[in-house]
């Protein structure tokens, strides 16, 4: 093919794509603040971070300070009365000044919460199946978060949940690479839900190929076969991600159209003996921890797309036009997340400031 002038290059492609205004517009990130942040049901929190009566945390939707809150008997959600700091212990008596959230705790104990004052789907039906994949490696047993870290990272948050949607990224993890590039690999199946979900078929992945991982089938989570991968990718921006002996979630926060913090928790089971623990740990932070070998790339590579379409930058069309059979490689994530998108701000992904 030859070489794309400007004019080119600006042309509408014969295939499904988006417009790069969906990234970088202030106007659009507002409005997405406003019409699906303050709408849908967030995972806020494990319940595990706040396993004693009157134990809290606090965090923030749509520009909202709330509070998360152990009342003993259950977990509640609230407009934050004022309580400082990130987390603590607090009188339970403080619950009584401020509204009350919807609040539920589903899939492996996190607790969902939402600004919207009348949902009209619980979260079992605003997840619909999406997390059926795992249900019963993470339900059957008490979960418990060993780690935690965030990061605030300059670019759109939708280009952290690209990176889960089209996973022909893997191939600048060299982990991935070597332990998991096989024919059952690139069939993976790619499953879209209502609501805008997604979730991700497992295979084996073969750890005994890079020096030093070593076999993690002895800590499969329940009724998980063992090195199997599964992920869920949850509408706006929420992952999870079951790799063998280790669970992670990410949450996200937007905060502007070039910038989004992201929470990272990784799991393991309540039951684990000091030993089972620690290996569990060493299994996640070889991975994802903040020096392991695949979360680095990750973020390196959405922080160079974020300089790419930061406000400011010249529009341009990204293509979503790979079709595979439903596969991990097919567009068909990104296509039904955009979709999405667009039903929730009336707008056309392709078109989003309505330019002629």
Not at 254 to 280: A, C, H, W
Request: some cysteine.
């Amino acid at each position: 093919m030859g070489a794309r002038n400007h004019k080119n290059w600006l042309a509408e492609p014969s295939v499904e794509y988006i417009s790069s205004e969906c990234y970088s517009s202030q106007e659009i990130y507002e409005k997405e603040i406003k019409l699906i942040f303050a709408k849908v049901w967030i995972p806020i929190i494990h319940k595990s971070e706040i396993k004693n009566p009157g134990d809290y945390r606090t965090s923030t939707i749509a520009f909202q300070s709330i509070i998360i809150i152990n009342l003993g008997d259950r977990i509640g959600c609230y407009i934050n009365p004022g309580v400082k700091g990130v987390s603590g212990n607090i009188d339970l008596a403080l619950t009584h000044t401020s509204r009350e959230l919807h609040c539920e705790v589903k899939h492996g104990g996190m607790v969902w919460t939402t600004l919207n004052p009348n949902p009209t789907q619980s979260v079992e039906e605003w997840t619909d199946g999406a997390f059926d994949c795992i249900a019963t490696a993470i339900d059957t047993e008490e979960l418990e978060v060993f780690h935690y870290h965030k990061a605030i990272i300059p670019t759109n948050y939708k280009l952290w949940h690209d990176t889960n949607s089209e996973f022909y990224h893997d191939f600048m993890h060299y982990f991935n690479r070597i332990t998991g590039f096989n024919d059952e690999y690139f069939a993976r199946p790619c499953t879209g839900f209502d609501n805008g979900h997604v979730n991700v078929g497992s295979f084996e992945v073969q750890y005994d190929k890079f020096e030093g991982a070593g076999d993690r089938g002895a800590l499969s989570f329940p009724g998980l076969p063992p090195n199997q991968w599964y992920m869920v990718d949850l509408f706006p921006g929420y992952n999870f991600n079951l790799r063998g002996s280790a669970f992670r979630s990410d949450s996200i926060t937007p905060l502007g159209p070039n910038s989004v913090m992201i929470e990272f928790r990784g799991y393991g089971l309540l039951k684990d003996t000091p030993e089972e623990r620690q290996q569990r740990i060493d299994h996640h932070n070889t991975i994802w921890g903040p020096f392991g070998r695949n979360l680095c790339e990750d973020l390196l590579g959405v922080t160079g797309q974020g300089v790419a379409m930061a406000p400011g930058t010249e529009r341009r069309n990204i293509l979503h036009g790979r079709h595979e059979n439903n596969t991990i490689h097919d567009e068909v994530g990104m296509r039904h997340f955009y979709a999405e998108w667009g039903r929730y701000l009336n707008i056309d992904p392709a078109n989003p400031l309505n330019k002629g």
